[in-house]
């Protein structure tokens, strides 16, 4: 994801902050400086950035201050990052709740939106992402307007094992629209997405025919889909849409390839709707939810267990029984070798792009798609260099963690990793033991890979420990369940 590009130098201006020994006003300087060259260079608005600069130093100030020469150099830390944290996400916030679809109610989502901006393909995802989490889910193809639309449609539908409507003989969007969403809501569909035409011949025929549609179709959502390569022309885009179809939530795709992305995500909020998912990819599992905090900490590489838990709510519904026991393991805080590596093995089944899982997969032909970094990236404390390079190259990180797992025995799988490790006698890991050779050599690693792979483990583990606490990840998936 580019986006990593902006969070890499984000990090890197805030962990220069950690080094300075003394703060002040030279050094907060210095630092809002590097943070909003990273901003312009990910095409935020210069005036939105000139704010954030306004408003961290305010804050700053009207603290430092208040509290005298009193406060600790740490503490000046804390609250500059703070302060930075709160701006960013208040860029990315439009202070609007999106709709959310009821389940037991035909929700009606129209999506709006120029030719190329990836409708269709978004359209497709939005049901595979509903149909996940329990809606039953159809697409009707409203767009009479580009040979080719309908085709498209049922392709994409009938790879994702989505139901479609649409017609290669009726030329009237609006009686298409109406007939797709009255068949479906009489087939008790529960999320019913309505594709529209992206380009007329005039611009003004293509919004009085979202009018129309919307008239037929009383949506309960309409979104606009937007594409991320634009940058901060996003606003003026979103404003024109607005003006005829009074669209409810945005979709911004294509996030996977533009530097700009920052700019169109800023420039959307700043039109007061909210941003819903971001487009990732071309395949059908590219969609991710969007909301201001996990973004930004995603953002900043604090990790977003939000993400990972919804993620395991995903796998929770595949498989319940197993996923519980896991819950127990996580609450007791038990997490085996092999129970980490089966969690990770089933997140990045999510995204495989075939239908087979993994393990049914001969090695070579494990193709993974753009997991990788979304799954590190939600996973706190994983190293930043697991996101880095291409997604091909995270995937073979990646595999090559789970081939380093393949050559452990099953005690050592069973294991909390301190097999491999010599401690002191204050518990104090002083050395690694013959294991890790042996597994280096089993599985052509090297040893620091899987010296690596014992680390983010007990990352994991740690992590997972103190999810399964009060509040934690075990009592949020219990109420999922
Ligand atoms: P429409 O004309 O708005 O319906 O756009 P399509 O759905 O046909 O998409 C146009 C192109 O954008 C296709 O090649 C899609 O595969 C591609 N596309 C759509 N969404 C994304 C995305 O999030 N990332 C990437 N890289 N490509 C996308």
């Known amino acids: 994801m580019v986006l990593a590009d902006l969070g890499r130098k984000l990090n890197a201006a805030l962990s220069s902050l950690n080094r300075a020994p003394v703060v002040d006003e030279k050094v907060l300087d210095a630092l809002l400086k590097e943070v ?87 359209c497709t995802k939005l049901a595979v992402h509903y ?36 017609s290669y003989t009726e030329t009237d969007p609006v009686a298409i629209a109406a007939q797709g969403v009255s068949k479906f809501k009489k087939e008790k569909f529960d999320v019913i997405i309505v594709d529209t035409s992206g380009r007329h011949k005039q611009e003004s025929e293509l919004f009085q025919e979202m009018v129309q549609i919307g ?13 991320a390569s634009i940058g901060q022309a996003a606003e003026a885009q979103s404003r024109a849409f607005k003006e005829s179809a009074n669209f409810g939530a945005i979709i911004v795709t294509k996030m996977d390839g533009h530097a700009r992305g920052g700019g169109a995500i800023s420039a959307v909020a700043a039109t007061q709707t909210p941003i819903i998912f971001l487009g990732t990819g071309e395949h059908l599992t590219d969609l991710d939810r969007f909301s201001p905090q996990p973004f930004i900490s995603k953002l900043l590489g604090l990790g977003d267990v939000q993400g990972l838990m919804e993620h395991m709510q995903d796998l929770a519904t595949q498989n319940p029984d197993r996923q519980k026991e896991m819950a127990k393991k996580l609450e007791e805080g038990k997490l085996s ?43 706190p404390g994983l190293p930043q260099d697991l996101l880095q390079g291409s997604d091909e190259e995270g995937a073979s990180r990646m595999k090559r963690m789970i081939y380093i797992t393949d050559s452990m025995t099953s005690t050592e799988l069973d294991s909390d990793g301190s097999l491999f490790m010599e401690f002191a006698k204050d518990g104090k890991p002083t050395a690694l033991t013959w294991r890790v050779t042996r597994v280096a050599r089993g599985s052509g690693t090297s040893v620091r890979e899987v010296e690596e792979l014992l680390c983010q483990y007990r990352m994991m583990a740690n992590m997972a420990k103190q999810a399964g606490g009060k509040n934690g990840w075990l009592q949020t998936m219990q109420k999922m369940q």
């Open 36 to 122: 909003c060259a990273a901003l312009l260079e990910s095409d935020v608005n210069v005036k939105l950035v000139a704010q954030l600069r306004q408003k961290v130093k305010t804050k700053v100030k009207a603290i430092f201050e208040s509290s005298g020469d009193k406060t600790k150099e740490a503490n000046r830390k804390n609250v500059i990052q703070k302060a930075i944290y709160d701006e960013l996400v208040s860029l990315v916030d439009p202070g609007v709740e999106p709709y959310k679809p009821k389940k037991g109610h035909p929700n009606v989502i129209m999506a709006v939106g120029l030719q190329g901006n990836g409708k269709t393909t978004t």
């Open 215 to 227: 008239e037929a179709v009383q949506p309960d959502m309409t979104v606009l889909i937007l594409d």
């Open 131 to 166: 149909q996940k989490r329990g809606f039953k889910s159809c697409i009707v193809c409203a767009d009479t307007f580009r040979a080719g639309a309908f085709d498209q449609t049922r392709q994409s539908a009938t790879k994702a094992k989505v139901a479609y409507f649409g």
């Open 337 to 379: 070798i092999r129970d980490w590596r089966e969690q990770i093995q089933n997140v990045m089944n999510l995204y495989v792009t075939s239908p087979k899982p993994l393990d049914a997969l001969p090695k070579p032909n494990c193709i993974l798609s753009g997991p990788i970094s979304k799954i590190a990236s939600m996973i």
